[in-house]
């Protein structure tokens, strides 16, 4: 158990609704970290949250968003969803962002939009 | 711009048959090498990762990576695969942001 919890495991939307993800990252960590995986891709950086900001971000359009509270959990918010947004969202978490320090990934929530 | 670059797409191996994977990264600065792998039906797992020192890395379950500075790559091998290694494969370079290849697939035969 890599102790990163994500809900709702899986989610079936549809095109022009919004979409709020939650993370709960391992105890301990304090960065967040939201990636967009779609079938037979690779996961793909969306944004990194730490200290309740974000701090990096990905190439992607600003429908989604995010936040952190101040216990480090963390939500990805996609609005005006598009068919394309079908894929799974993992959130990964880690102490003081990367270097150095091992990532911990969870299982991630499917998201189909129809 | 920073991206990974990952050779095969789906490799199908024997029982005991070596492995190699193939990683290829672009990126103008230091950078930090993983290897990651997801099996069936779970989440992904840290296989090994380079920072700096000796460029051949050993991982878990008998993975090791060597990274080739002059070549921008970050090979997986495993002497002799088992049934257990069939899983997706990611390579992950970090410079300024984390990078994912797009994954090979193995899938080792009994």
């Known amino acids: 158990d890599a102790g990163v919890t994500q809900s709702p495991t899986h989610l079936i939307k549809t095109r022009g609704q919004q979409v709020t993800l939650r993370c709960s990252p391992k105890?301990?960590?304090?960065?967040v970290s939201w990636y967009q995986q779609a079938l037979g891709q690779g996961p793909q950086f969306i944004f990194q949250?730490?200290?309740?900001?974000?701090?990096q971000r990905g190439n992607f359009p600003d429908r989604f968003s995010g936040h952190q509270f101040p216990n480090y959990s963390s939500e990805l918010n996609v609005n005006a969803l598009l068919l394309g947004d079908s894929a799974l969202y993992l959130c990964?978490?880690?102490?003081?962002?990367?270097?150095?320090?091992?990532?911990?990934f969870g299982e991630g929530s499917w998201l189909t939009v129809v | 711009a920073q991206s990974v670059s990952q050779h095969n797409h789906h490799v199908i191996l024997s029982e005991a048959a070596s492995l190699e994977l193939g990683c290829n990264y672009s990126y103008g600065g230091t950078v930090n090498l993983f290897w990651y792998v997801q099996y069936p039906g779970q989440h992904l797992q840290l296989l090994l990762k380079y920072f700096s020192g000796d460029p051949l890395v050993k991982g878990i379950k008998g993975f090791e990576a060597e990274f080739i500075k002059s070549k921008f790559s970050f090979n997986l091998r495993k002497p002799s695969v088992q049934w257990s290694d069939t899983a997706e494969y990611f390579c992950?370079?970090?410079?300024?942001?984390?990078?994912f290849g797009a994954g090979t697939t193995v899938t080792v035969r009994a």
């Open positions: 992950a370079v970090e410079g300024y942001k984390l990078s």
């Open positions: 105890s301990g960590h304090d960065t």
């Open positions: 949250y730490y200290e309740e900001e974000e701090r």
């Open positions: 990964a978490s880690t102490l003081g962002g990367y270097s150095g320090n091992t990532i911990y």
